[in-house]
């Protein structure tokens, strides 16, 4: 009885665990070729939408552009209802669709019909989609089938990602290979395979950045061994990160920089170091999130009937 318990208690756990941990890449988007619709307005769709997604457990994770939520707007019918002012009622079919943005392939749908009161067609939209409630069933469960498909995604394709990661690793594009396997969700079953190369790629990354680093910080400061090139070469030897092979060379660089140009004047350059109360692996992790989501968030989208908001 006490192991059945324990069992039921670990299944509890592990299902509370995919609600509330399993973050995924996704973010909204409108389509390219449906009518304009003023900044104001897209801001307050695109503000509810992420609401949607965040009050559901998902709160886009790296960026990745891999896969959008997509609001879709069709006018069936519309009537003017007298003023002043007067206003338009339209009732729309309005519809929520999460994209797997290579293909366009749409990996769940949620529809609804709507009316919609607004001055013009576009505040009828925004006025379609502030009726959404985040915590309905309906709502619910189409989250909850995009969480299920795009997870399925990644166990089908997550070698073939580690693939594209390992090659990018290998033509020093660090950047966008940390990217992509940080994307891979907590509750997929390859997230510790994830991890580990996430790592694997990220000491290549602080290997490759220290060495230039340490390059152009050496070229600075024996051009000219006065306190402005200093100061500038010291700026870029601070940013090398600790489990760097560059750190040690960049470490004594920096000492003889300091014995050499600071002999009256304060010296305020440390090089970077670990914290010591938090694991060195876990500070390595949000260290290589910080490149990714920095590569992620500066990426133009290669799909071209997808416009992404900001």
Not at 49 to 69: D, E, H, K, Y
Request: charged letters at 20%; hydrophobic letters at 40%; proline letters at 5%.
């Amino acid at each position: 009885m006490k192991k059945l318990k324990s069992t039921i208690l670990l299944f509890c756990l592990t299902a509370g665990c995919w609600a509330q941990e399993c973050d995924l890449p996704m973010e909204v988007a409108f389509l390219a070729d449906a009518e304009p619709m003023p900044a104001a307005v897209q801001r307050s769709i695109t503000g509810k939408l992420r609401q949607v997604l965040t009050q559901n457990g998902i709160s886009g994770g790296i960026t990745t552009n891999q896969f959008a939520l997509v609001p879709v707007f069709d006018v069936v019918s519309k009537h003017i209802v007298p003023g002043p002012p007067a206003q338009t009622v339209y009732n729309l079919n309005f519809r929520l669709e999460v994209r797997e943005t290579a293909t366009n392939t749409v990996f769940a749908s949620y529809s609804a019909d709507v009316n919609a009161v607004g001055e013009n067609q576009t505040k009828a939209y925004q006025e379609a989609v502030r009726q959404l409630a985040p915590a309905s069933k309906p709502i619910k469960e189409f989250v909850e089938q995009s969480r299920q498909k795009i997870v399925a995604y990644y166990e089908k394709n997550y070698e073939t990602l580690a693939a594209r990661a390992r090659s990018l690793s290998a033509m020093n594009q660090h950047e966008e290979a940390l990217c992509l396997m940080l994307s891979v969700p907590e509750c997929c079953s390859h997230y510790a395979k994830a991890q580990a190369a996430t790592l694997e790629i990220f000491q290549k990354y602080v290997d490759y950045a220290g060495e230039r680093l340490l390059q152009e910080a050496r070229a600075i400061w024996s051009a000219n061994n006065n306190r402005k090139d200093a100061n500038e070469a010291a700026l870029l030897l601070t940013q090398i990160e600790p489990s760097s092979s560059a750190y040690k060379p960049a470490a004594k660089l920096l000492d003889e920089m300091k014995e050499k140009a600071s002999a009256n004047e304060p010296w305020d350059f440390r090089m970077k170091a670990y914290n010591d109360l938090i694991s060195i692996e876990q500070q390595r992790i949000e260290a290589a999130k910080s490149v990714g989501v920095a590569f992620g968030q500066n990426q133009q989208p290669s799909t071209t009937n997808l416009m992404f908001a900001h």
